[in-house]
């Protein structure tokens, strides 16, 4: 992939303001989620893909401006729609297609939030990759239960458990000589400096390095630049799977579809 050319926020953002018009004509109705998806990781039409920083600003400010439309339903985990006025005489269609485009996320939702279909396969996915490649790249992976690491070299976690672990051997001497400390967060959403569960992993890995050796690694679907350069900053390493992670138990016809409609869901 080419990288994006560099230019202001501010440009980004008048970018991602074209793109969200244009996406809004053309779909009429679009949860939120599925705007970043569209503009943001798969592109949309010829626009540049605007990371959802920029994107953010300019989804705010074209609701201060009154061009587009958002609203949010009152689930316990409310579907946010956008949309623009309704045109003269396409209300009643607008509001059939509004209710069509939620239900349909609702579906995904209830994938996203079934542990077993997501969090819990991602982690094991995970996991799985590190012991198969652990004798090429030099680990250790004892055996363990994913998500429930609650003690690393005999260290407990006060806050919570890690996700993952294995030791960095001292090739070619058998003794470790760092632990890995994984957290995976299969979440659709970007991480950001500010991301709670960025800082969730930073904090243990905090408490651990204070008894012993580790280095923390965030396995994320994907991150911003600003993540990156943090990573290098302070200290932890990125692992990002470019696509969130679910499980195969979900039928295949179904799970397309639904990629299909709504542009958000990754294989």
Request: proline share 7%.
């Amino acid at each position: 992939m080419a990288r994006a050319p560099r230019r202001s926020p501010e440009e980004w953002e008048a970018i991602g303001r074209s793109a969200i018009l244009d996406l809004l004509s053309d779909r009429l109705v679009v949860p939120w989620p599925e705007v970043e998806a569209r503009i943001s990781v798969r592109g949309w039409k010829d626009y540049d893909r605007v990371q959802p920083l920029q994107l953010g600003g300019a989804h705010k400010r074209l609701i201060e401006e009154g061009l587009i439309v958002e609203e949010r339903t009152e689930h316990a985990v409310p579907v946010t729609t956008v949309r623009m006025p309704f045109p003269p005489g396409r209300k009643r269609e607008m509001e059939r297609l509004r209710g069509e485009r939620r239900k349909q996320y609702r579906l995904y939702l209830s994938w996203a939030q079934d542990s077993t279909l997501c969090g819990t396969h991602a982690e094991q996915v995970v996991l799985s990759s590190a012991q198969e490649a652990a004798s090429a790249a030099g680990l250790w992976v004892p055996p363990q239960r994913v998500g429930r690491v609650h003690e690393v070299n005999g260290v407990p976690i006060s806050r919570g458990p890690l996700d993952v672990f294995a030791h960095v051997l001292a090739v070619p001497q058998p003794q470790a000589d760092a632990t890995l400390v994984i957290e995976v967060k299969n979440l659709h959403a970007w991480v950001y400096p500010w991301t709670s569960e960025l800082w969730e992993l930073l904090v243990k890995a905090a408490e651990l390095t204070e008894r012993t050796l580790v280095v923390p690694v965030l396995a994320c679907v994907r991150a911003g630049y600003q993540t990156n350069q943090m990573a290098k900053d302070v200290g932890f390493l990125g692992c990002y799977m470019g696509k969130q992670v679910f499980s195969p138990a979900i039928a295949s016809a179904e799970f397309s579809a639904m990629g299909t409609a709504q542009g958000s869901v990754d294989s």
